[in-house]
T-cell receptor, first 110, second 113 residues
């Protein structure tokens, strides 16, 4: 599975959009981009995933560049409860396993 | 659905003792994963099952670790004998092929003294 690169930490003001970047320049054609988050002491939580089209659900939006070498997770209106470590993972879906990196620690501040 | 259920939530044991961690996946899910999380190494995949069959156990640290899935609704991770370096949070997760993501349990915090 391809490797990802994320900034170690980011800050965001409450109520503003949080844009979390991820580089995955070695992604293969059959690999998906997954995003998970882990709030302190809890199990990781699935957020969203995509192959090449942009995706949106009730939690977030995922923007994947046309060359698929990078993506951005967007939390449109961040709240204090969104403070967590966010993991970007590239995987072949259910037939591949999820390899977690260090992620981005997002701090949402009042 | 109650989600992925792990037990116990916390376990403190003495070095050399056997430890058994338990997991009940979401009903109908066909994949089950065991992860371990420490500050030093982050989240590590230990083993995963598909339809109760172990597919990849390359992440199991050594022979002291073993995992079983006797049926679709139950899995165990056993450490025998336990060592202080096994202290970590152990997560179980399940998923359904073709669907979005994994659902993780709340984890078991293991402390070996």
């Amino acid at each position: 599975d391809a490797k990802t690169t994320q900034p170690p930490s980011m800050d965001c003001a409450e109520g503003r959009a949080a844009n979390l970047p991820c580089n995955h320049s070695t992604i293969s054609g059959n690999e998906y981009v997954y995003w998970y988050r882990q709030i302190h002491s809890q199990g990781p939580q699935y957020i969203i995933h995509g192959l090449k089209n942009n995706e949106t659900n009730e939690m977030a939006s995922l923007i994947i560049t046309e060359d698929r070498k990078s993506s951005t997770l967007i939390l449109p209106h961040a709240t204090l409860r969104d403070t967590a470590v966010y993991y970007c993972i590239v995987s072949r879906g259910s037939q591949g396993n999820l390899i977690f990196g260090k992620g981005t620690k997002l701090s949402v501040k009042p | 659905d109650a989600g992925v259920i792990q037990s116990p939530r916390h376990e403190v044991t003495e070095m050399g003792q056997e430890v058994t961690l338990r997991c009940k996946p979401i009903s109908g899910h066909d994949y089950l994963f065991w992860y371990r999380q420490t500050m030093m190494r982050g989240l590590e995949l230990l083993i995963y099952f598909n339809n109760n069959v172990p597919i990849d156990d390359s992440g199991m640290p050594e022979d002291r670790f073993s995992a079983k899935m006797p049926n679709a609704s139950f899995s165990t991770l056993k450490i025998q004998p336990s060592e202080p370096r096994d202290s970590a949070v152990y997560f179980c997760a399940s998923s359904l092929w073709g669907e979005g993501g994994y659902t993780f349990g709340s984890g078991t915090r293991l402390t070996v003294v």
